[in-house]
Nanobody, 125 residues
Framework: QVQVVESGGGLVQAGGSLRLSCAVS????????VGWFRRAPGKEREFVAT???????YYADAVKGRFTISRDNTKNTAYLQMAMLEPEDTAIYYC???????????????????WGQGTQVTVSS
């Protein structure tokens, strides 16, 4: 069974930066896709960023140019570097991993792959 653990959330001021980590206990992580989703208060879960096993990336329009997804396959860890944070970025951020080297995780649902418990990001005005 794959375990996914997010960390790095916290409280930051608008304009600040934060880096989230996603540790995955999966021997096939290097050939799997990884993604970040978030759920803001009163909102539905939305896609944030993803990287497939080949290094290809997609970003939601709302975070493009501000967030960067990366991965370190030697550590079985994915990251989400968040910059120029806005109060609208306040949400619980979830990490998901699964599929293969070509998988696109932009549209996956809660039954896909393996999901973490989430980490809270709060951006103050």
């Amino acid at each position: 069974q794959v375990q996914v653990v997010e960390s790095g959330g916290g409280l930051v001021q608008a304009g600040g930066s934060l880096r989230l980590s996603c540790a995955v206990s999966d021997r096939t992580f290097s050939t799997s896709a990884v993604g970040w989703f978030r759920r803001a208060p009163g909102k539905e879960r939305e896609f944030v960023a993803t990287m497939n096993g080949r290094g290809g990336t997609y970003y939601a329009d709302a975070v493009k140019g501000r967030f960067t997804i990366s991965r370190d396959n030697t550590k079985n860890t994915a990251y989400l570097q968040m910059a120029m944070l806005e109060p609208e970025d306040t949400a619980i951020y979830y990490c998901v991993t699964g599929g293969d080297s070509a998988s696109d995780l932009r549209f996956v649902g809660p039954d896909f792959g393996s999901w973490g418990q989430g980490t809270q990001v709060t951006v103050s005005s």
